[in-house]
């Protein structure tokens, strides 16, 4: 517990880190633990809370590690055992926390417990997997679809003449959690992390892991997306096992979830009951997916705020490793400079991406530079660390990177945003400070206006203190409110404004403390 008894991943924010794409310390063009670690205090001063590292366990990296052969071991390419004990006593040295990514809904096809899996039909570890028989006319099993390149969740195996299950691609079959062997071993990995100190997970598509081995046909709109059609009661009750046993540990460690259902308030369920709790976090993408629309945003935020009423707690997210970044969909500058604003004063958990401090674009990946099965590699170009190179290589990192940097890497390296007054560096910067400074920003209630001339308006209040939060969506002006005349100004994205005025500039935010 943090000050006045507020479990600490309430107050803290998250800085994920995709580690290929960080910082390279051996030359090898990908980015590793030992990377990370000689930037931790980048990290501090920056005033993040916690990292969590996308995975690092020994994978083909078929899907660049989400596809796991080894759940208790550090992949060669990201470091050794020391390069980890050093992570995280780097980060514990500074205040910071580490969650790690445990993806518990599938493993690799190189998975030892895979290969036992396919070798016979009487492998005891054949029902650690999902096998069904094919149709009688040779169609698969059933009509899932993968999430990735459009082809049938099942590849036939004809070492046993039967089929395996994978929502993903077909060399991450998924893991058959009605087998409480599965979940066994799937538990002692986390027990494993938690004993060498880590602090929490980010459970990959943790709401399918509820599936257990209940394969049957899918309603024909949901055919393609099996993620979303896989909330079952199995899935809580595993996860309120897995929580008797974070809870089990002294250093209250967290799991914040990826639980991919969109709908209203089924990602919130996932948090669980006072008496069962489930998660202590679950993502909730609604923002993520909306458009730079102020009305659209405010009916998202409201959503969520209906959704996660307390004890349930929200987290708010715009980037990450999936998706292309919120500075390149929203497409200016000025529009991140807002975004961030809305990051990091709205209730709930803010989990940054890398690069987002920086206002970092997507790279542009030529063809013969793809790299990821699902067309997401340019969300991943590597940080420009110095301004200094080209979009190959240069940028501090040692040698070319395994992706190209992002676009206009030299005017966002960190050299050239650390310490500048107008960059974007230095605003999110003063926004967690900002946050660390104000209880209201951090545990106070929030109360959504109206949108009014594309201006989201909300407030967050506590005790005697009441921050005003306005972001212009909009491409004009906007009046200033009356009633916000006598407020004083905390934080606006605009470096030009000296205090308040008469209007709220074009993709203004503003942050305004009112009265007591
Ligand atoms: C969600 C992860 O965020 C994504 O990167 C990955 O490809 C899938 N889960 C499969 O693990
Ligand atoms: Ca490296």
């Known amino acids: 517990m943090s000050a006045n008894d507020v479990p600490w991943w309430r107050e803290a924010v998250v800085y994920q880190i995709y580690p290929r794409s960080f910082a390279d310390s051996n030359g090898d063009g990908i980015g590793d633990l030992a990377g990370i670690t000689g930037r931790l205090?980048?990290?501090?001063?920056?005033?993040?809370?916690?990292?969590?590292?996308?995975?690092?366990?020994?994978?083909?990296?078929?899907?660049?590690?989400?596809?796991?052969?080894?759940?208790?071991?550090?992949?060669?390419?990201?470091?050794?055992?020391?390069?980890?004990?050093?992570?995280?006593?780097?980060?514990?040295?500074?205040?910071?926390?580490?969650?790690?990514?445990?993806?518990?809904?599938?493993?690799?096809?190189?998975?030892?417990?895979?290969?036992?899996?396919?070798?016979?039909?009487?492998?005891?570890?054949?029902?650690?997997?999902?096998?069904?028989d094919r149709q009688p006319d040779g169609s698969p099993p059933t009509n899932w679809m993968s999430q990735f390149k459009g082809v049938p969740a099942w590849t036939h195996d004809t070492v046993t003449d039967q089929s395996y299950l994978h929502v993903f691609l077909s060399e991450q079959p998924d893991l058959n959690w009605a087998n409480p062997e599965v979940e066994a071993a799937m538990l002692d990995s986390l027990r494993y992390w938690l004993d060498r100190g880590v602090d929490g997970f980010r459970a990959d598509v943790v709401n399918l892991i509820g599936k257990g081995s209940d394969v049957d046909d899918l309603p024909d709109d949901l055919v393609t997306m099996p993620l979303l059609a896989t909330d079952r009661s199995f899935g809580h009750e595993l996860l309120?096992?897995?929580?008797?046993?974070?809870?089990?540990?002294?250093?209250?460690?967290?799991?914040?979830?990826?639980?991919?259902?969109?709908?209203?308030?089924?990602?919130?369920?996932?948090?669980?009951?006072?008496?069962?709790?489930?998660?202590?976090?679950?993502?909730?993408?609604?923002?993520?997916?909306?458009?730079?629309?102020?009305?659209?945003?405010?009916?998202a935020i409201n959503k969520m705020e209906t959704d996660f009423v307390e004890p349930g707690w929200p987290t708010f997210v715009l980037s990450n490793h999936d998706r292309p970044r919120h500075r390149t969909r929203y497409g200016t500058e000025d529009r991140a400079r807002a975004a961030a604003v809305l990051t990091l004063t709205t209730r709930g958990t803010p989990f940054l991406y890398a690069g987002e401090e920086l206002g970092l674009e997507d790279g542009v990946v030529p063809d013969d530079r793809i790299v990821d099965p699902d067309g997401r590699d340019g969300c991943r170009a590597p940080i420009p660390w110095t301004s200094d190179g080209d979009d190959e290589s240069g940028h501090g990192w040692p040698t070319r990177p395994w992706l190209p940097f992002p676009a206009n890497a030299s005017t966002h390296?960190?050299?050239?945003?650390?310490?500048?007054?107008?960059?974007?560096?230095?605003?999110?910067?003063?926004?967690?400070?900002?946050?660390?400074?104000?209880?209201?920003l951090r545990r106070g209630s929030m109360e959504m206006a109206a949108v009014d001339d594309d201006v989201l308006r909300f407030e967050r209040v506590l005790g005697n203190e009441r921050l005003v939060i306005l972001v212009n969506?909009?491409?004009?002006?906007?009046?200033?409110?009356?009633?916000?005349?006598?407020?004083?100004?905390?934080?606006?994205?605009?470096?030009?404004?000296?205090?308040v005025g008469s209007h709220v500039g074009p993709a203004e935010a503003v942050v305004v403390a009112i009265g007591a």
């Open 41 to 132: 205090d980048y990290l501090a001063d920056l005033g993040v809370d916690a990292v969590w590292l996308s995975p690092i366990f020994v994978s083909p990296m078929r899907d660049f590690g989400y596809d796991v052969a080894d759940y208790c071991a550090i992949d060669p390419v990201f470091g050794t055992d020391a390069d980890f004990d050093e992570l995280v006593d780097g980060l514990h040295r500074r205040g910071m926390r580490l969650l790690l990514d445990w993806v518990p809904n599938h493993s690799s096809d190189q998975h030892p417990w895979f290969v036992e899996s396919r070798s016979s039909r009487e492998n005891p570890k054949r029902d650690w997997y999902v096998w069904r």
């Open 240 to 299: 309120t096992r897995i929580r008797r046993l974070l809870d089990s540990y002294p250093h209250d460690p967290m799991m914040v979830g990826e639980v991919y259902l969109l709908r209203s308030g089924e990602s919130a369920s996932y948090l669980g009951t006072p008496e069962q709790p489930e998660l202590h976090l679950s993502f909730d993408f609604r923002p993520l997916h909306t458009p730079w629309d102020a009305g659209r945003m405010h009916q």
């Open 413 to 440: 390296a960190v050299d050239v945003e650390v310490g500048e007054p107008t960059s974007m560096h230095t605003l999110y910067r003063q926004l967690l400070s900002l946050r660390r400074e104000h209880d209201a």
């Open 473 to 499: 969506f909009g491409d004009r002006q906007a009046p200033w409110p009356g009633e916000l005349a006598d407020g004083q100004l905390l934080v606006s994205t605009d470096p030009e404004r000296v205090g």
